[in-house]
């Protein structure tokens, strides 16, 4: 999927964080550690830094959800990451987004901690975002 694509689906997913421009995946999508994942109109975007695999995004067409789009992502990101030397997998999740923190629950993610006031929205409040962890490979 090219990075316009991305920006497409991401435009029509995401309410928090805003939506990422296509020059902004470009820009992620050159570093060579990043892992793409893609399912049907849905994929999960990240990178691996050594052992460690972080899940930047991960969005699907409203119209093609409940299909298992994001959770097949999610295995294909992990799958990706654990190839590119990853050990332990993590992101951050907005508190308020209860569909993403029931899919990174039910796949082996545990809440770590809270930041408080993450999440920068457009009137001008904050939402706090869940880091939330998994263990790719055993120690
Ligand atoms: C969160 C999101 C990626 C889920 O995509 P999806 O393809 O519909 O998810 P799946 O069909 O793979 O569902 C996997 C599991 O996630 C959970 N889930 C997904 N949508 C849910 C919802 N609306 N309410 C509660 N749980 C939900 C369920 O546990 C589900 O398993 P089940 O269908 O067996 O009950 C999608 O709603 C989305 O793009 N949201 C906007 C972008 C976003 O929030 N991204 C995550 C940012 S960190």
Redesign the pocket.
């Known amino acids: 999927m090219t990075p316009d694509g991305l920006a497409r689906i991401h435009a029509r997913?995401?309410v928090v964080p805003r939506p990422w421009s296509a020059e902004t995946f470009k820009g992620f999508l050159s570093d060579p550690g990043s892992v793409l994942a893609l399912s049907g109109a849905?994929f999960a975007l990240g990178r691996v830094i050594v052992d460690e695999a972080e899940l930047l995004?991960?969005?699907?067409d409203p119209e093609?959800?409940?299909?298992?789009?994001?959770?097949a992502c999610l295995a294909a990101f992990e799958a990706q990451a654990v190839q590119k030397g990853a050990a332990r997998a993590f992101?951050e999740?907005a508190a308020t987004?209860?569909?993403?923190r029931?899919?990174y629950a039910?796949a082996g993610y545990a809440e770590d901690r809270v930041r408080r006031g993450y999440y920068v929205i457009a009137d001008g409040d904050a939402i706090d975002a869940a880091v939330m962890s998994k263990t790719l490979l055993p120690a």
Do not use: F, P
């Open positions: 997913a995401m849905g995004t991960l969005a699907v093609a959800r409940r299909r298992g789009h994001a959770r992101l999740v987004n209860a569909a993403a029931a899919l039910s």
